[in-house]
């Protein structure tokens, strides 16, 4: 009995593999043909051969015959409607890398760049690790405690307190550098506050905590004065700073308010 059943099964498992062998082989041929992506087509299966068995074989020869069917064949070129398919994108790895060599390449050149009629460019801005720029209105301090302010690529000294405190300026604003630095700049005319009280006709110079009396108007311009530098303060507050050397130095006792 066992030996019957085996002889009607053989026959139904021999076609199940040769279809499926089929299946695989028309697949193979198609992806060798082309390399298009798969489209949706509808191919018939081919004819099935006539096989006596039970209904186990007929199962196993329907079920060859949706797999085939199902497994999709790739289109050809000589296939009506068949079109190149579309490009995909490509990185460019060597434009990428071109672009920020460039850009690398672009910010050292802008960096050395002078930035001033002196040509110190932005590379010699960076003492002490402190980023600087070079403009009108940056206050400087070396070594010592002179402090300074550049004003048309000329170094001005603060004279006195008064004087950085009545350019509306703070400790914050002030920048400690080298004084190898500070030496690649003119000196220019110091910033003194002028003083003067309105019972008296005299002017003075605060300098270093004291008040130098300026002689006359003449002595006043040669100095580089402007009426603009003069402050007005009261009169007992002028007497009770200490008097310093008059301008010129020669000009005698300073008068008493």
């Known amino acids: 009995m066992s030996n019957r059943?085996?002889?009607?099964?053989?026959?139904?498992?021999?076609?199940?593999?040769?279809?499926?062998?089929d299946a695989l082989n028309e697949r193979q041929a198609a992806r060798q043909s082309s390399a298009s992506p798969v489209t949706?087509?509808?191919?018939?299966?081919?004819?099935?051969?006539?096989?006596a068995g039970s209904s186990a074989a007929r199962s196993a020869v329907a079920q060859a015959r949706v797999i085939k069917q199902v497994l999709p064949a790739e289109p050809r070129p000589d296939d009506p409607g068949w079109e190149l398919p579309p490009r995909?994108?490509?990185?460019?790895?060597?434009?990428?890398l071109w672009r920020f060599v460039l850009l690398a390449l672009a910010l050292v050149v802008l960096i050395n760049l002078p930035l001033?009629?002196?040509?110190v460019s932005l590379a010699r801005c960076l003492p002490d690790s402190a980023a600087l720029i070079i403009r009108d209105?940056?206050?400087?301090?070396?070594?010592?405690s002179e402090i300074y302010i550049l004003q048309g690529d000329q170094l001005r000294w603060i004279s006195s307190l008064?004087?950085?405190?009545?350019?509306?300026?703070?400790?914050?604003?002030?920048h400690v550098v080298e004084d190898s630095f500070l030496s690649d700049f003119e000196r220019g005319?110091?910033?003194?506050?002028l003083l003067k009280c309105g019972d008296s006709p005299h002017i003075y110079r605060l300098e270093n905590g004291q008040k130098r009396w300026i002689r006359d108007i003449d002595t006043f311009s040669a100095e580089g004065h402007v009426w603009e530098d003069v402050r007005f303060v009261g009169c007992e507050y002028l007497r009770s700073i200490p008097d310093g050397r008059p301008i010129p130095e020669d000009a005698g006792s300073p008068p008493q308010l």
Do not use: C, Y
Not at 5 to 21: C, G, H, R, Y
Not at 137 to 144: A, H
Not at 162 to 174: K, N, R, S, Y
């Open 40 to 51: 949706e087509t509808t191919t018939e299966a081919p004819p099935v051969r006539k096989v």
């Open 5 to 21: 059943t085996e002889n009607t099964q053989t026959p139904a498992s021999t076609e199940f593999l040769d279809l499926l062998l």
């Open 88 to 96: 995909q994108p490509v990185m460019h790895l060597d434009r990428a």
């Open 162 to 174: 008064d004087a950085f405190e009545h350019m509306g300026l703070d400790w914050g604003d002030v």
């Open 116 to 119: 001033t009629r002196r040509g």
């Open 137 to 144: 209105g940056l206050v400087l301090k070396g070594s010592g």
């Open 189 to 193: 005319r110091p910033i003194h506050v």
